[in-house]
């Protein structure tokens, strides 16, 4: 094929993402723009078929990669299929890691044949790309691992954790600058090396409420080593891509860290000012009033307005279908009924509005957090199921704590507030509610799912 | 290419990639950037390059880890994508008939 028409139909490619991201930025075109995309991105992968090298002239190495790509199918389409709603952030940014690592094995891979025919240009590229990808892939396992909670979602700090990072970032740049002049084999793989292993010291001290900012900000990293390499390879399809995903997600955290109350700088460089968390002593020790399902059930019955705020813990339980059911049966018994969604409730924004309408609730019963907040004074009972931090006061009242001027679900208005909850832990961000120790609180401990479920048969009682 | 007409066509994606994000419902968020990345899968076609080109054991191993990789990314990253998607569309039609 041509290489100009080659470049024309990457253009068409390119055009394709661009709407695909307009469209996945407005509810109605969300599904279509993700299907453009795809239809860009397969426009894209077969038309690279055709390419004939300037040096080399067609591919070669073909039967290998199709049965590569038949392997990518395999695992990546079934993953993607089957996966659990709750899963979903993590797998995302599973895929976000092994596209980062995908970028920084293909700028070692041209990096080794350029050999001294890399021009500085695409040497400064290759390290850019073989840098920010290994961040990207070993930042991103971690955040799968954080989010799996295969490991713990708090902070992770140790003694001298500060002076570790900044000696192996000095040391990561040092590398980078050692390959620029050395254009050699050893410094590239001393430099990879080294950025794996800030990829992982860089989200080690990132607490389990920014996590999903952090995602988003691997992700406009990975965006722009695609870019860095559509400069080695020459290639306009992969540079535009790579900078729109940059540029978009760059955003996209911006917009994720101010509806959680963060700055980004905060938490790039929270890994440097990250302190030991003080142990949460004194207030363990107070009493909570805690409740059997029959009084949750009785509450319910008689309000007159519910509102039900769902966080990560109906996640993690699966308890979508069970808190319909006892929307409901509260419905049917007259109560006004409506869920109260904080943007960022769960593990990701928008969590939470997928969560819900895996199960079908009703629409117009979402209410987003601007709309519900100033009707929480004529709500009769909120309950809080597997929520904590979105509600907490603290938000409001204790300057200096991590989620600080985060806006939160103004629940305390309520008359009466319900915790459905698994244990006195406290939430993700790892900060104590005072919320639950105030008199109009009734506790539920339990799995949420388990817990609704012996509300919902109260209810049937009634 | 010339390097001014690669900086030329990184600058202004830079501001279109800015432009068609600027606003976007808190409920939108996941969605797009799945979408976003699956999108930076694309990394598939500079997988192939090197792929079809790698002569040495080493670059072609590692190349081919590249490619299977991309592949996920892109595909599955398409899949979760419209997964998401699906479910806000399923629940929105017959509610809005519904309401009327």
Same mark, same amino acid.
């Given at each position: 094929?041509?290489?100009?028409?080659? !470049?024309?139909?990457?253009?068409?490619?390119?055009?394709?993402?661009? #709407?695909?991201?307009?469209?996945?930025? !407005?509810?109605?075109?969300?599904?279509?723009?993700?299907?453009?995309?795809?239809?860009?991105?397969?426009?894209?992968?077969?038309?690279?078929?055709?390419?004939?090298?300037?040096?080399?002239?067609?591919?070669?190495?073909?039967?290998?990669?199709?049965?590569?790509?038949?392997? =990518?199918?395999?695992?990546?389409?079934?993953?993607?299929?089957?996966?659990?709603?709750?899963?979903?952030?993590?797998?995302?940014?599973?895929?976000?890691?092994?596209?980062?690592?995908?970028?920084?094995?293909?700028?070692?891979?041209?990096?080794?044949?350029?050999?001294?025919?890399?021009?500085?240009?695409?040497?400064?590229?290759?390290?850019?790309?073989?840098?920010?990808?290994?961040?990207?892939?070993?930042?991103?396992?971690? *955040?799968?691992?954080? %989010?799996?909670?295969?490991?713990?979602?708090?902070?992770?700090?140790?003694?001298? =954790?500060?002076?570790?990072?900044?000696?192996?970032?000095?040391?990561?740049?040092?590398?980078?600058?050692?390959?620029?002049?050395?254009?050699?084999?050893? !410094?590239?793989?001393?430099?990879?090396?080294? !950025?794996?292993?800030?990829?992982?010291?860089?989200?080690?001290?990132? =607490?389990?409420?920014?996590?999903?900012?952090?995602?988003?900000?691997?992700?406009?990293?990975?965006?722009?080593?695609?870019?860095?390499?559509?400069?080695?390879?020459?290639?306009?399809?992969?540079?535009?891509?790579? *900078?729109?995903?940059?540029?978009?997600?760059?955003?996209? *955290?911006? #917009?994720?860290?101010?509806?959680? =109350?963060?700055?980004?700088?905060?938490?790039?460089?929270?890994?440097?000012?990250?302190?030991?968390?003080?142990?949460?002593?004194?207030?363990?020790?107070?009493?909570?009033?805690?409740?059997?399902?029959?009084?949750?059930?009785?509450?319910?019955?008689?309000?007159?307005?519910?509102?039900?705020?769902?966080?990560?813990?109906?996640?993690?339980?699966?308890?979508?279908?069970?808190?319909?059911? #006892?929307?409901?049966? %509260?419905?049917?018994?007259?109560?006004?009924?409506?869920?109260?969604?904080?943007?960022?409730?769960?593990?990701?924004?928008?969590?939470?509005?997928?969560?819900?309408?895996?199960?079908?609730?009703?629409?117009?019963?979402?209410?987003?957090?601007?709309?519900?907040?100033?009707?929480?004074?004529?709500?009769?009972?909120?309950?809080?199921?597997?929520?904590?931090?979105?509600?907490?006061?603290?938000?409001?009242?204790?300057?200096?704590?991590?989620?600080?001027?985060?806006?939160?679900?103004?629940?305390?208005?309520?008359?009466?507030?319900?915790?459905?909850?698994?244990?006195?832990?406290?939430?993700?961000?790892?900060?104590?509610?005072?919320?639950?120790?105030?008199?109009? *609180?009734?506790?539920?401990?339990?799995?949420?799912?388990?817990?609704?479920?012996?509300?919902?048969?109260?209810?049937?009682?009634? | 290419? +010339?390097?001014?007409?690669?900086?030329?066509?990184?600058?202004?994606?830079?501001?279109?990639?800015?432009?068609?994000?600027?606003?976007?419902?808190?409920?939108?968020?996941?969605?797009?950037?799945?979408?976003?990345?699956?999108?930076?899968?694309?990394?598939?076609?500079?997988?192939?390059?090197?792929?079809?080109? +790698?002569?040495?054991?080493? +670059?072609?191993?590692?190349?081919?880890?590249?490619?299977?990789?991309?592949?996920?990314?892109?595909?599955?990253?398409?899949?979760?994508?419209?997964?998401?998607?699906?479910?806000?569309?399923?629940?929105?039609?017959?509610?809005?008939?519904?309401?009327?």
């Amino acid at each position: 094929m041509n290489n100009n028409l080659y !470049s024309l139909i990457g253009l068409v490619a390119a055009v394709c993402f661009i #709407l695909a991201l307009k469209g996945l930025s !407005s509810p109605k075109g969300a599904r279509r723009g993700n299907i453009i995309g795809a239809i860009g991105a397969t426009i894209a992968t077969v038309v690279v078929f055709f390419y004939n090298d300037p040096a080399e002239g067609g591919l070669k190495n073909l039967p290998l990669i199709l049965i590569a790509i038949l392997v =990518g199918v395999i695992v990546g389409v079934p993953a993607a299929r089957k996966v659990q709603m709750t899963a979903m952030p993590q797998l995302v940014a599973l895929f976000n890691g092994v596209g980062g690592g995908a970028a920084a094995l293909v700028a070692i891979v041209e990096y080794l044949y350029l050999g001294d025919k890399a021009s500085g240009g695409a040497v400064g590229a290759t390290v850019f790309t073989v840098l920010v990808g290994c961040i990207s892939f070993t930042g991103s396992i971690l *955040t799968f691992l954080k %989010l799996q909670e295969l490991m713990t979602t708090r902070p992770v700090v140790f003694p001298g =954790g500060r002076a570790v990072i900044a000696l192996v970032l000095l040391a990561v740049l040092g590398a980078a600058g050692w390959v620029g002049v050395d254009k050699g084999s050893t !410094s590239l793989l001393v430099l990879t090396v080294l !950025s794996l292993a800030f990829g992982i010291l860089f989200v080690l001290p990132v =607490g389990g409420a920014d996590v999903p900012i952090v995602i988003s900000l691997l992700n406009a990293f990975t965006g722009l080593t695609v870019a860095a390499t559509g400069y080695v390879l020459d290639s306009t399809l992969l540079l535009v891509a790579g *900078t729109l995903v940059g540029a978009s997600g760059t955003i996209l *955290t911006r #917009l994720m860290a101010s509806a959680m =109350g963060r700055s980004i700088l905060g938490i790039l460089f929270g890994a440097f000012t990250a302190t030991p968390q003080a142990a949460l002593s004194a207030a363990d020790a107070r009493p909570v009033k805690s409740g059997s399902p029959d009084d949750v059930a009785i509450l319910l019955a008689y309000a007159r307005r519910v509102v039900i705020v769902p966080g990560f813990g109906l996640a993690v339980a699966q308890a979508q279908h069970t808190v319909r059911e #006892l929307a409901d049966l %509260l419905t049917a018994k007259g109560v006004e009924v409506a869920y109260g969604i904080h943007p960022v409730a769960g593990r990701m924004p928008g969590h939470m509005n997928v969560l819900l309408a895996e199960a079908n609730v009703p629409y117009e019963q979402l209410k987003e957090m601007e709309e519900v907040n100033p009707t929480f004074s004529q709500t009769d009972v909120a309950l809080v199921v597997g929520a904590n931090d979105v509600v907490n006061p603290a938000a409001k009242t204790t300057p200096g704590c991590p989620i600080y001027g985060m806006p939160i679900l103004d629940v305390d208005q309520a008359t009466n507030v319900i915790f459905l909850k698994r244990s006195m832990r406290p939430g993700f961000a790892g900060i104590e509610n005072e919320l639950l120790y105030d008199p109009r *609180t009734t506790l539920l401990f339990g799995d949420a799912k388990d817990s609704l479920t012996k509300v919902v048969s109260a209810l049937k009682v009634f | 290419m +010339s390097v001014i007409a690669l900086l030329s066509i990184f600058v202004l994606a830079v501001f279109v990639g800015f432009e068609v994000v600027s606003k976007v419902s808190t409920t939108l968020h996941t969605p797009l950037m799945s979408g976003a990345n699956a999108i930076h899968g694309v990394i598939l076609v500079g997988a192939i390059i090197v792929a079809g080109h +790698s002569d040495s054991a080493l +670059s072609l191993t590692l190349s081919i880890i590249a490619v299977v990789l991309a592949t996920i990314n892109m595909v599955g990253g398409f899949v979760v994508t419209d997964r998401m998607l699906e479910m806000f569309k399923g629940k929105k039609k017959p509610t809005a008939k519904e309401a009327k």
